[in-house]
């Protein structure tokens, strides 16, 4: 479904991503892990439209999207949901909602429809709907965000960062719903911090370090692969080293 190949993007003078290469297959859930600075965000960006990338290319169902503009990505099917919810603070659940369908605005019947469901998928922006979004707890911010993302039809729905600052019960919740959603039939691509909630849920993953791509692999390889551990499941302090295509440890 999504394909990206040797993409290099730079802020600046400063290079972020160094010719990354990935692909995410329909209906699978796809997580890109790593550390801070590591180049996860830009990923996504990237592919939204809202960085360019320098060299390279990417296609959506086989077709080149990295030159079109944001919007008309989104038109093709591919949905963000921001680090940080990042949702509309001074309207209402009800009209971030609205905004969520902003393409399909002439589609009124289909846009009720959607909210009906949202409200099926999350009970409590029902609850909430005639709340400004900016007096909603960290969760139910979180829940608007996906809902949001989710009103405009995506094919491919990315997440970043969707546990930052929730508590650990909300996040499971959170990835809870991840799941359904996938298996609903939307095809997922998720940065997290969260390596060991994201490798449960995940059927692949990437490891990003300094803008490289260090490792690919199964969830369940990369959960059981020591350097992994270490690294990124709080089982010691450890660091990722690119070594002929693998991923190798120096120091436990």
Known sequence: ?????????????VQALHGISLHVDEGEIVTIIGPNGAGKTTTLKTITG???????SIKFQGKRIDRLLEDQIVGQ????????????????????LEMGAYLRRSDRAGIQADIKRMYEIFPRLEERKAQLAETLSGGEQQMLAIARALMSRPKLLMLDEPSMGL?????????????K?????T???????????ALRVADRGYVLRTGEIVMEASAADLMKNESVRRAYLGEGIYSLEKNNGSVAGTGA
């Open 77 to 96: 099917g591919i949905s963000l949901v921001p680090e940080g919810r990042r949702v509309f603070p001074r309207l209402t659940v009800l009209e971030n």
């Open 187 to 197: 095809t997922i691509l998720l940065v997290e911090q969260n390596a060991r909630m």
């Open 167 to 179: 508590a650990p019960l909300v996040v499971k919740g959170i990835f809870e719903i991840i799941q």
């Open 1 to 13: 479904m999504l394909e990206l190949e040797n993409i290099q993007v730079f802020y600046g003078p």
């Open 50 to 56: 809202l960085v360019r990338s320098r060299t390279g």
């Open 181 to 185: 959603i996938n298996e609903e039939g």
